[in-house]
C-alpha cells in the first residue's frame, strides 16, 4: 500500500435537545457513510442526563482513511435543532463550516450564511414529530452531500422501528427536496430572481 | 365575388338628414351598407354593436350626431365609450378593430359622409370577410334535443321527497326573492311548461349548488337546471334573461368560429416566459376580455390573475405552453343553455391542445377548471391530458419548496368560489394557501366552504334586484369579520361584488379591496 491518499475528512455535529433523535441522525449519518459510501466514519454521542432533555449532541467524522481520534472539536458541519446547542457549539464550527439549523426552534445571530429548515414544523405536519431528526438529515444530505443519497436513505431503512420505514423515508425525501430546492433559490437569489414578480 | 355585409348604425337626427339628403341627390349607397336607423347611438350598447359580428356582418359603422348636438345630451358620449371598448374586444377577438367605426355628422355635413361611407367600405374589402359566418343550419340544433322527461328522469328528480331544504338554503330565497327549486322541480315534473316557475325561475337559479349540498335525496339540482335550460333554449326560448345585453353569449358563440384567430395573448409581458415545445399548457380563461367590457368599474383588472399565475409557474421553473387560438371553455354558453355552441368551443379547445401534445393543463379560473374537467367528459369528449387547478399547483410546490413570503399585515376574509368549492371539491387548498402567507388574520366569513354565499350571478344570466341583495348580504358578512381585505379565487366573484360595491347609495361603506390569491401568492412569494 505504498499509495498515499490525501486525506477527506469531514467532521459533523448533530445537536439538539435530549429526545429528538440526535444521536439515531448521526448513527445513521455515520452507517450511511461506512456502510453505503465505503468510508470510514465514528460516532460518539451523549450519554447520560443530555439524553434525556438539554443539550444533546452526537459527534460524527466521516472520512476516506482511517479515523485515529474519534472526538470533534471544530466541526465541518454543524446541525443544531435546538437554540441552546446552538449557542453551545457556534463557536466551535470552522470559519468555513456549514451551519444547519432548524427555522423555527433557532434564531442565530450569525453574520455568515446557513441554511435552515423548519423541519420539526414540517414533522408535526406528517403527523409525528419524533421525524424531525430524519427530515434534517436529507436536509443535511442535500445540502452538504457527506453521504449520497442512496446510502442515506438505505441507513434510514435499516435503522427506524420496523413498520414504519415508508414514513421515515417520506419524511427524509421532505427534507432532502427542501434542501435541493433551498439550493436553486440561492442560484436564483444570486441572478436577482428572488420573487415571482420581478 | 364575395357579398360584403357592412351595418349602419344611423342616428335618426343630425347624420340621417345627411344621408337623406345623399338619397335626394340620387347618390348610388354601396350596395353593401344594410343602414339601420335609429333614435340614438347612445342607445346602441356593446351587446347590439357585438350582435352584428356575431350575426355574420363583415364591418360595422356606428354613426351618430357631432358632439354637443345630441338631442338627448350625452348620446354621443357614450356611443364613443361603447365603440371603444367593442374594438379593443374585436382586436383581442381576433377579428381586427378596422372592422368597427365610430364618426359624427352634422345634418349638412352630406359630402363628409358621403366620402365616410365608401371609405368604411373599402377598408372593410380590404380587410376581407369576416371569419364568423354563421350558416343557417347553425340556428339549428345539431345536438339531439333532449326532453323534460328525459331530463328529469336523468337527474332523477322523481326522488324530491318536498322536503323544502333546498328553499330553505337557496341564497337568492334567503334574500326575499319569490322562489322556490322545489317548486321549480315539481312544475317541471308536472310539465307546467308556460308556469312562471319554468318561464322566468328556471333562468334565475345562480346553480351555486348550496341546494345540491343540502339535497336529502342528492338531487343535483345545478345540472338539472343547466340540462332544462338546454332544452327550453332547443324549443326557442332564450335570450331573454342575459345579463349585459347578452353579449358574452355573443362574444362566445363567435369564437366557435375555428378561422378566428384570437389576439389575447399579444403583449405578454416581457419577465414571462413561455415554451411552445412544453408539455404543460396554461389556460387562461376570458379575463382579458371582461376588463376591457367592464373598465369603467373601478379596479377590474382580472387579467392580471394570468399573468401572475404564469409568473408563479415560471418561478416553479415551469415555462408553459399557452394556446395561441385559446377559446373560452365555453362554461357559460354550457349553463345558459346552448349546448350546441359549447359543444363546438369544447372540441376547438381540445382539438388544439391535443394537437400540441398536452400532457397536463393548468388554468387559475375555476370555470374552466370544471368545465375542463368534468363537463367536457361528461360530454363526451375524450381528454388525453389531466387538469389541475392552480391552487393544487401550488400547495403541492410550495410544500415542498424552500420558499417564504413577504409579511402581509392585513386582515384576510376568503370569498369562495361556486364552482372551485362546492362543484371542483378544491375550498382546502386556497385555505392552506392563505394560511402560508401568514396575514395579520384569517376570518372566515358566516358563509364560508360549502355553505358560502355565491357572488350573485353564473354564466351571465338573471341578474336582478335580488342578486342585488343578495351581493350586498355578502358583502356585508365580509365587513363583519373586521377584515380590510378580501381574498377571492374567481374573476367573476370580483366584478359582481365590485359591481355591488360602486352602490352609489352604500357606496363608501361598503368599499373593501379585493385582491386575488394566486395575485397575492405573486406579490409575495421568495426563495427563502
Known amino acids: 500500500m505504498a499509495e498515499k491518499r490525501e486525506t477527506i475528512r469531514q467532521g459533523v455535529i448533530i445537536t439538539g435537545f435530549g429526545g429528538q433523535g440526535i444521536v439515531l441522525a448521526g448513527r445513521i449519518l455515520g452507517m450511511a457513510a461506512a456502510l453505503g459510501d465505503h468510508k470510514e466514519s465514528t460516532l460518539v454521542q451523549s450519554y447520560g442526563p443530555e439524553s434525556r432533555g438539554g443539550a444533546c449532541c452526537a459527534q460524527v467524522i466521516i472520512s476516506n482513511n482511517v479515523i485515529q481520534y474519534p472526538y470533534v472539536a471544530m466541526p465541518d458541519v454543524l446541525v443544531c435543532m435546538s437554540h441552546s446547542a446552538y449557542e453551545k457549539y457556534k463557536d466551535q464550527l470552522k470559519p468555513d463550516g456549514v451551519l444547519l439549523t432548524d427555522k423555527d426552534l433557532v434564531r442565530p445571530d450569525e453574520k455568515r450564511d446557513y441554511f435552515s429548515i423548519p423541519a420539526t414544523r414540517m414533522a408535526e405536519e406528517l403527523g409525528r414529530k419524533m421525524m424531525a431528526n430524519i427530515i434534517m438529515l436529507g436536509f443535511t444530505t442535500a445540502i452538504t452531500s457527506l453521504v449520497s443519497v442512496e446510502s442515506a436513505k438505505e441507513a434510514v431503512t435499516s435503522s427506524v422501528p420496523k413498520g414504519t420505514e415508508e414514513k421515515n423515508i417520506i419524511a427524509f425525501t421532505k427534507g432532502y427536496d427542501y434542501g435541493l430546492s433551498k439550493i436553486k433559490g440561492r442560484e436564483k437569489k444570486v441572478i436577482g430572481r428572488a420573487g415571482a414578480i420581478s | 365575388m364575395e357579398n360584403f355585409k357592412i351595418i349602419v348604425f344611423l342616428c335618426n337626427w343630425g347624420p340621417h338628414t345627411a344621408y337623406h339628403d345623399l338619397q335626394d341627390k340620387e347618390y348610388g349607397v354601396p350596395s353593401e351598407i344594410k343602414m339601420v336607423r335609429i333614435p340614438c347611438t347612445g342607445r346602441i350598447s356593446k351587446a347590439l354593436l357585438f350582435k352584428a359580428f356575431e350575426m355574420g356582418a363583415d364591418g360595422v359603422a356606428l354613426v351618430g350626431c357631432k358632439s354637443g348636438t345630441c338631442r338627448y345630451g350625452s348620446g354621443t358620449e357614450n356611443a364613443a365609450m361603447n365603440t371603444e371598448d367593442t374594438k379593443d374586444i374585436l382586436e383581442l377577438l381576433g377579428l381586427g378593430n378596422d372592422r368597427m367605426r365610430f364618426s359624427t355628422f352634422l345634418p349638412d355635413e352630406t359630402n363628409s359622409l358621403k366620402r365616410f361611407l365608401e371609405d368604411f367600405c373599402s377598408n372593410v374589402k380590404k380587410l376581407g370577410p369576416s371569419p364568423i359566418k354563421p350558416s343557417r343550419e347553425d340556428r339549428i340544433s345539431a345536438v339531439p334535443p333532449k326532453n323534460m322527461r328525459e331530463i328529469v328522469k336523468e337527474h332523477n328528480v322523481f326522488a324530491c321527497q318536498d322536503c323544502g331544504k333546498c328553499t330553505s338554503s337557496c341564497p337568492l330565497a334567503l334574500s326575499g326573492k319569490q322562489y322556490s327549486p322545489r317548486a321549480i322541480a315539481a312544475s317541471i315534473i308536472a310539465e307546467e311548461m308556460d308556469s312562471d316557475e319554468v318561464q322566468k325561475d328556471v333562468w334565475s337559479c345562480l346553480t351555486c349548488g348550496t341546494c345540491y349540498e343540502r339535497c336529502p335525496s342528492d338531487v343535483n339540482f345545478p345540472s ?85 399565475s404564469l409568473r408563479l409557474l415560471n418561478f416553479f421553473d415551469i415555462q408553459p405552453a399557452i394556446l395561441n387560438n385559446e377559446r373560452c371553455c365555453g362554461h357559460d354558453l354550457l349553463w345558459s343553455g346552448d349546448r350546441k355552441s359549447f359543444l ?32 367536457y367528459e361528461a360530454n363526451g369528449i375524450k381528454l388525453n391530458f389531466k387538469v389541475t ?52 388574520s384569517f376570518t372566515e366569513m358566516m358563509d364560508s366552504g360549502n355553505a358560502a354565499l355565491c357572488c350573485g350571478n353564473c354564466a351571465w344570466t338573471g341578474c336582478d334586484s335580488f342578486s342585488k341583495a343578495l351581493q350586498s348580504k355578502r358583502i356585508r358578512q365580509a365587513h363583519s369579520t373586521g377584515s380590510d381585505l378580501l381574498v377571492t379565487s374567481c374573476p367573476k366573484c370580483q366584478i ?33
Open chain 2, 496 to 528: 359582481h361584488l365590485r359591481c355591488a360595491m360602486e352602490d352609489p347609495f352604500l357606496g363608501k361603506e361598503f368599499m373593501m379591496e379585493m385582491q386575488d390569491l394566486t395575485s397575492i401568492i405573486a406579490k409575495t412569494i421568495c426563495w427563502d
Open chain 2, 389 to 440: 387547478h392552480m391552487y393544487e399547483f401550488l400547495e403541492n410546490e410550495i410544500d415542498k419548496a424552500a420558499v417564504s413570503f413577504d409579511g402581509l399585515d392585513r386582515h384576510i376574509t376568503y370569498q369562495d368560489s361556486c364552482r372551485l368549492a362546492r362543484h371542483g371539491k378544491i375550498k382546502d387548498f386556497p385555505r392552506k394557501l392563505i394560511r402560508r402567507l401568514q396575514p395579520e
Open chain 2, 224 to 308: 338539472f337546471i343547466r340540462d332544462v335550460r338546454g332544452c327550453l333554449s332547443d324549443n326557442g326560448y332564450n335570450e331573454c334573461h342575459q345579463t349585459h345585453g347578452g353579449f358574452f353569449q355573443s362574444l362566445m358563440r363567435a369564437m366557435t368560429f375555428s378561422e378566428l384567430k384570437s389576439q389575447k395573448w399579444n403583449n405578454l409581458p416581457g419577465d414571462i416566459k413561455i415554451d411552445p415545445k412544453s408539455k404543460i399548457l396554461f389556460f387562461g380563461g376570458c379575463a382579458p376580455y371582461f376588463d376591457v367590457f367592464f373598465r369603467n368599474h373601478r379596479g377590474i383588472k382580472t387579467s392580471n390573475i394570468l399573468m401572475d
Open chain 2, 344 to 375: 363546438k368551443l369544447a372540441k376547438l379547445t381540445v382539438e388544439s391542445i391535443h394537437d400540441l401534445g398536452i400532457e397536463e393543463v393548468i388554468t387559475s379560473c375555476p370555470e374552466c377548471f370544471k368545465t375542463i374537467s368534468s363537463d
